[in-house]
Structure formats: structure tokens, C-alpha cells
């Protein structure tokens, strides 16, 4: 019987849209240590129609833009999501996610609720980062 869930897997997974997939994937794996796990070609072999990758214990579902109804952030003017990021080492984490090219929104602080907390813009405007203490899970809202 297959599985309900795939390996490395868990019930919910996030799957975004970006402009240039083949250009997020490098980047996501500059930014934050990604690994790519699997790339799905359009059928002419431009772009990328499905990838998916691991960060940390997690994976990303990603895919090129199909317009009219499949867009990306940059495309519609924005977005109303934001990915999450827990990490050991905030400040490791957004020093590297800044230095392969993300843009600061929220500078990386120490919250009133008791976590390390910042936000990134990366190039394609569909994830963003947040960190957490290393003695407590990172809260992000």
C-alpha cells in the first residue's frame, strides 16, 4: 500500500510559484542550505514546472510561473504568505540568508515575547525567514 505520506514529508507542505524557479532553487540553496531533492522540466525543457527541496527537516514545493492563473508574488504585486524558518542559530541564519542577497524587512531582534526574531525578503518575494532562541522554539506570526 502506498504511503499516505511521502518520506520527508509531513501533513502540510508549502509549495510556491516564483518567476525564474531554475534561479530560486540556486538561490534557496545559497540563502538557507537547501537541498534539491527532485526538478520536473516543462515538456520544451525551459523551465522548471515542479522542484522540490529540503531545508533543514522540511521540504519546499516550488514550480515556475504558467500564467494566467499560476503567478508569483513579484507578479501579483505581493503576497499575503509568509514561510517560516526555525533555526539553532538566528543570527548565523540571517547574516547567510542577507549575504546571498535577501532583503532585511524586520531587523533581527530580540522580541518582548521572548524569541530572536527577523524578517527577510528573498529576490523573488516569496519566503521570508524567522528565527527563534535555541532554548525555545522560534514564534513567528
Known sequence: MTKPIPDGFHTLAPHIVVQD???????????FGAQEISRLMTPDGKGVMHAQLKIGDSMLMLGGEFPPSCLSPK????TSVT???YVENADAAFERAVKAGCTVKMPL?????GDR?????DPSAAFAFCGGQADRAGFCS
Not at 531582534?109 to 515575547?113: G, Y
Not at 526574531?117 to 525578503?121: A, C, H, K, L
Open 83 to 85: 514561510l517560516h524558518l
Open 109 to 113: 531582534t530580540d522580541q518582548f515575547w
Open 75 to 78: 507578479s501579483r504585486g505581493g
Open 117 to 121: 526574531y527577523g524578517v527577510t525578503e
Open 21 to 31: 524557479a531554475a534561479k530560486a532553487i540556486e538561490f534557496y540553496k545559497k540563502a
